[in-house]
Every structure is written in structure tokens, then in C-alpha cells.
Nanobody
Framework: QVQLVESGGGLVPPGSSLRLSCAIS????????MAWFRQAPGKEREFVAG????????IYADSAKGRFTISREQTKRTVYLQLNYLKPEDTAVYFC???????????????WGSGTLVTVSS
């Protein structure tokens, strides 16, 4: 049973930074992709950033480019999402997900964590 456990969320003022972590119970295959999604109150879940587990190549949503950075530490089986210059509109529950087949679509993700809440407010 694969488990993904997110941590690192919290309440921060605008302009702050946070680092989210996603601990993975099983080492992903090199062809797998890990991704972060988020879901704001009353909105649909959306893609934020993704990374290929083996190659380390990354992909970002337009809203994340220049402010967020996804990375992974293979030896620790952990994926990170560094959030910088946070805005109130970044407030959401952030989810970690795993696609065994190397995609980045929401519908293609095979495993999900339960999420960590990020609230950006003064």
C-alpha cells in the first residue's frame, strides 16, 4: 500500500515562504512522476508542479512559475514544494500525488496524500 504524507502547511502573511514536504512510503520507479496539486475553497483541484522521479525534470503551472520550486530527494523518498512570495490567492489545500505512468494529469494520478493546508493572510 503506497502512502503519501504531506507536511509543512500553515498560516503565513503575504510575501512569506513555506516548504511543503511529501514523504513516500515506497520508492517510485524512475519512470514515475510526482506532482503537487492544490484545491482552494469552492474551486476545483488544479495542477501546480510536477517532477519526473528518475530524471528530475520539472514542469509548472503558469501560476507557479517563478515563485514555486519542486524538487525531490531520492534517498529520503521525499518530494518538496518550495513556495515563495505567497499571495492570498495561493490559499488552498496542497496535495501530493504519484503517477506510475509518467503523466501529470489529475485524472492519471494513482496515489494521493490527504493534503496540507496553506493559508496566506495578513
Amino acid at each position: 500500500q503506497v502512502q503519501l504524507v504531506e507536511s509543512g502547511g500553515g498560516l503565513v502573511p503575504p510575501g512569506s515562504s513555506l516548504r511543503l514536504s511529501c514523504a513516500i512510503s515506497t520508492r517510485p520507479y524512475s519512470s514515475a512522476t510526482m506532482a503537487w496539486f492544490r484545491q482552494a475553497p469552492g474551486k476545483e483541484r488544479e495542477f501546480v508542479a510536477g517532477i519526473r522521479w528518475g530524471a528530475g525534470t520539472t514542469i509548472y503551472a503558469d501560476s507557479a512559475k517563478g515563485r514555486f520550486t519542486i524538487s525531490r530527494e531520492q534517498t529520503k523518498r521525499t518530494v518538496y514544494l518550495q513556495l515563495n512570495y505567497l499571495k492570498p490567492e495561493d490559499t488552498a489545500v496542497y496535495f501530493c500525488a504519484w503517477d506510475r505512468n509518467g503523466g501529470f494529469s489529475l485524472s492519471g494520478m494513482d496515489y494521493w496524500g490527504s493534503g496540507t493546508l496553506v493559508t496566506v493572510s495578513s
